[in-house]
Nanobody, 118 residues
Framework: QVQLVESGGGLVQPGGSLRLSCTAS????????MAWYRQAPGKQRELVAT???????NYVDSVKGRFTTSRDAGKNTVYLQMNSLKPEDTAVYYC????????????WGQGTQVTVSS
């Protein structure tokens, strides 16, 4: 059973930065694909970024140029670096692990709150 533990959320002013972390219970990132989702109040969960096992990344248009996802296989950790944050980025962010090419996969982190406000 895979467990994903997230950290790094918080309150930040517009224009600020945060880095989210997602640590897995085993050495899995070289095999599986990862994704970051977010869900704002009253809205559906949205796919924000993906990171495949070969290192390819994709982003939703609204975060391109501002967010970057990466991994440290030695630490079993995936990161979401978020820069130039906007109030509309406010949401609960979730990491997700997929065993195949389709998202979302079977495993979710517990979620971490990101609030962008002055």
């Amino acid at each position: 059973q895979v467990q994903l533990v997230e950290s790094g959320g918080g309150l930040v002013q517009p224009g600020g930065s945060l880095r989210l972390s997602c640590t897995a219970s085993g050495s899995i990132f070289r095999v599986y694909n990862m994704a970051w989702y977010r869900q704002a109040p009253g809205k559906q969960r949205e796919l924000v970024a993906t990171l495949t096992n070969d290192g390819s990344t994709n982003y939703v248009d609204s975060v391109k140029g501002r967010f970057t996802t990466s991994r440290d296989a030695g630490k079993n950790t995936v990161y979401l670096q978020m820069n130039s944050l906007k109030p509309e980025d406010t949401a609960v962010y979730y990491c997700n692990l997929a065993r195949g090419p389709a998202y979302p996969g079977d495993y979710w982190g517990q979620g971490t709150q990101v609030t962008v406000s002055s």
